[in-house]
């Protein structure tokens, strides 16, 4: 007998080892959480799965959520430690770079600028006039040279501000607003028709920064936003001067900023002094849905002192081609947003806001995504492209740059997946597509949640008004014509329940969101934190396998831009 080994004896053992680590790879995923379903799952992408480690994304965490990086807010210090550690990470998984000097940055050229002491808000009352206080009377949402009235010009109450042809509502008719400060109250007209305004839904009409841009359309100088107190959210000024005193950042080529401001509660009513009707009045009519537009008695003029700088930012971006001749061309798109607030208004103590879970752990966790893609072999057809976007704190606006100046086309990038924020409290057993309704995403996602034993729910009606999928980059991406979509947890947890899920979420957005306490010493569940890595995992490459691409339903409003993109081959 031979001593040597059969060729085709070594291949049949080679097979027979893959398959006992196959069969202790189902087992391992059956311990993890949740229960795999087995039909469908491609065995290339169970070790990089289950080789995913929480040791590893703690790591990054510790070092991007650390007071070193003092909140990696747009342009500091800490934000480009940030970004130089996210390409180093990138280089050293053997992603390529996407630019031709062989870099992994995009710059962002970026604005900003803080209102200083001695600005001058003056209101002209009945020939008297008074000044108010910044902070204590009211705060701005714009900063700069455009924001100067410096001779008093009249004001005029516009209800909600809203002009919106497909509800056939316009608070601006025979209203002349020319040169004027429009006041508008916050929120949007009340409806239980989903028809109307989206029922008790709100829509973008609802946003001061849509309200602000149609009175700049209809030739407003500027525009005063008015508190409507409602019994299920209490009003806090300190809340909003909280979140108000932060740097104002605008992309360095944006739209100048015209004067737009919101004023304390207790203030408003000064603004009705002889007019037909009181700040009483119209809030009355908020809840009546008889909401009246009329002029104002009132003047206004405003002197700002502000501190200005012009600097550079970065989006950190790599990119892995796929195994197809063809498919290859086209990318699939991972993001998520590194920075966060920074310094500011001391709570308890504490300045630093570490953005831990907004967005730390996503940055961490798209991070260990993005070593584990590099080592799959068979790697996927299509490509991958991973970016940490800067500045999604102030708009969006590492992410809107990037779609004016695409590094890879964008009419060849099927999909992007969004990651902001990551499962913390408990393993779960349901899973929100935010935005994946309106496009064909929906069906991978409901793909990959068969086989993670997943059921899909939408976003729970106590978060609903937030309007999640214009809030994060997803937005940005989907106005370029991508299909995108933000992927989160639902509340059907495995140990916690759905109420004590939705308390925790609750307490976590009340407690720690845009705070100090949004950092390294709070409590953060392994197992939650893997099964949403390795879902997102799954999704990226059920996509980057898939045959056919992802398109937008027929009707949602990002169809045209797709559509244009394609066409000018952008």
Same mark, same amino acid.
């Given at each position: ?87 180093? #990470? %990138?280089?050293?998984? !053997? *992603? ?6 062989? =870099? /992994?940055?995009?710059?962002?050229? +970026? ?42 010009? #009249? %004001?005029?109450?516009? !209800? *909600? ?6 509800? =056939? /509502?316009?608070?601006?008719?025979? +209203? ?395």
């Amino acid at each position: 007998m031979s001593n040597q080994t059969p060729h085709n004896q070594g291949n049949c053992t080679t097979v027979a080892l893959r398959s006992i680590r196959l069969v202790l790879y189902l087992m391992l995923l059956s311990l993890a959480g949740p229960v795999f379903s087995q039909q469908g799952l491609n065995p290339t992408l169970l070790q990089p799965m289950m080789s995913i480690s929480y040791d590893s994304i703690r790591a990054h965490l510790n070092f991007l959520g650390s007071d070193s990086l003092a909140g990696r807010a747009a342009g500091t210090e800490g934000e480009r430690l940030a970004a130089k550690y996210l390409a180093e #990470r %990138l280089e050293s998984y !053997g *992603y390529e770079p996407i630019d031709r000097n062989q =870099d /992994y940055l995009q710059s962002v050229p +970026l604005h900003g600028s803080q209102p200083l002491d001695g600005c001058e808000l003056l209101l002209e009352i009945a020939g008297g006039t008074r000044t108010l206080e910044l902070w204590e009377d009211y705060v701005l949402y714009n900063t700069g040279a455009g924001t100067f009235i410096p001779q008093p010009v #009249r %004001l005029v109450f516009a !209800g *909600y501000g809203i002009v919106a042809p497909e509800y =056939d /509502y316009n608070d601006y008719i025979n +209203l002349d607003v020319a040169g004027a400060i429009v006041v508008f109250i916050e929120g949007e007209p009340p409806s239980e028709d989903a028809s109307y305004f989206d029922g008790p839904y709100p829509t973008l009409y609802s946003y001061p920064e849509m309200k602000q841009r149609i009175a700049l359309s209809r030739g407003a100088r500027g525009s005063i936003l008015l508190p409507a107190p409602k019994a299920s959210a209490p009003y806090d000024w300190s809340g909003v001067v909280q979140d108000f005193s932060f740097e104002h950042v605008t992309l360095m080529y944006g739209v100048p900023d015209n004067f737009n401001a919101a004023i304390r509660l207790e203030l408003a009513q000064e603004l009705f002094h002889g007019a037909p009707f009181t700040f009483s009045d119209v809030l009355a009519m908020d809840t009546t849905s008889t909401m009246q537009s009329f002029r104002l008695e009132t003047r206004l003029g405003f002197r700002g002192n502000f501190t200005q700088r012009d600097f550079v930012s970065y989006n950190v971006a790599g990119f892995l081609p796929g195994s197809d001749p063809e498919l290859n061309e086209t990318t699939v798109l991972l993001t998520a947003h590194y920075d966060h607030l920074g310094i500011g208004t001391p709570v308890r103590g504490d300045s630093i806001y570490n953005g831990v879970g907004d967005n730390a752990i996503g940055t961490a966790v798209l991070l260990e995504l993005a070593r584990h893609w590099a080592t799959l072999d068979p790697r996927p057809q299509r490509s991958i492209q991973v970016m940490f976007v800067t500045a999604e704190e102030k708009g969006l606006l590492g992410s809107q740059y990037y779609t004016a100046h695409p590094l890879k086309p964008l009419y060849r990038t099927i999909a992007n997946i969004n990651i902001d924020g990551i499962a913390m409290f408990d393993e779960f057993l349901s899973i929100v597509g935010v935005g994946a309704d309106l496009s064909t995403l929906e069906d991978n996602l409901e793909r990959v949640s068969r086989r993670f034993n997943l059921s899909m729910t939408g976003i729970p009606n106590l978060f609903i008004a937030q309007d999640a999928f214009v809030r994060s980059d997803q937005l940005a991406y989907a106005q370029a014509g991508i299909p995108s979509m933000l992927v989160v947890e639902g509340v059907d947890y495995k140990n916690l329940g759905r109420e004590e899920g939705l308390r925790r979420m609750e307490k976590w957005g009340a407690e720690r969101y845009h705070t100090p306490f949004d950092d390294l010493s709070q409590p953060i569940n392994p197992r939650a934190v893997l099964q949403h890595a390795r879902f997102l995992l799954a999704l990226a490459y059920d996509l980057a396998v898939s045959e056919t691409e992802p398109e937008w339903k027929r009707g949602t409003r990002y169809v045209n831009a797709r559509l244009r993109s394609a066409a000018e081959k952008r």
